[in-house]
C-alpha cells in the first residue's frame, strides 16, 4: 500500500534528494516558495523549501532501501523502526502549497485555533488554522509529524469557518503576553456569545 512519508534530507539537499526520488519513479512533494522579508532585507530570487530538511514522497513501506539509496536522504521520518504516514488532509495541503509558489513564512505549531478552508485565489482548497496579523489574516498550515508551520497571508473574504456553532460562539482570550503559542494556562475564562 502506498503512503505518504516525510523524508529528512542533507542540509540544502530538498531539491537533489526529491528529483533523485521522481529519478526512481516516486511521486514527490517538495513545496517551495520566495522567503517572506522585512523591508530592509535584500530581496532573494531564489525559490527555497517551506519546510527546510524535508522532502515528501509516496511510496511502500515496505520498499524503502531505493528511498534510503537516493542522493541525499538520511532517513525516513519514523517512530522507532515504524514509519508513520502523513495524514491526507497534511498531504493535500502540501500540495496546494507546492502548486501556489505562495509568500510563507516558519510559524510555531499551533495546537488550537479556528480551522478554516480557503475558498477563492491561488490557495483554494487549503485548510488551516487562522492566525491574526498586523496587515490582515494568515492561515497556518501544520505537518503535525515534524511539529512545524507555515503562515501564509490570505483576504479575509475568502476564508469560510469549518467549525462553528449555530447556538453559540466560544470566544476565548489571550492574554497581552501571548507569544504565538497557545499555552493552557495562558488563557483566560471562556466568553460565550449569542448568536
Known sequence: MLDWFAIYVQSRHEKVAAQGLIAKGFETCLPLSRPVRTPTARRATVEVPVFPGYVFC???????????RTIGIVRIISF??????????????????ERSHAPVE??????????????????EGLVGIVSGSKSGLRVVVSVALLQRSVAVEVNRAHLRPLESNSEDREIRVMNADWQGNWPLGKLLP???TEG
Open 106 to 123: 516558519e510559524w510555531p505549531l499551533l495546537e488550537r485555533g479556528q480551522r478554516v478552508r480557503i475558498e477563492d485565489g491561488p490557495l
Open 58 to 68: 509516496k511510496f511502500d513501506s515496505a520498499q524503502r532501501a531505493p528511498i534510503l
Open 80 to 97: 522507532g523502526k515504524e514509519l508513520v504516514p502523513i495524514g491526507s488532509d497534511e498531504v493535500s495541503a502540501l500540495k496546494v502549497l
Open 190 to 192: 471562556t466568553v460565550r
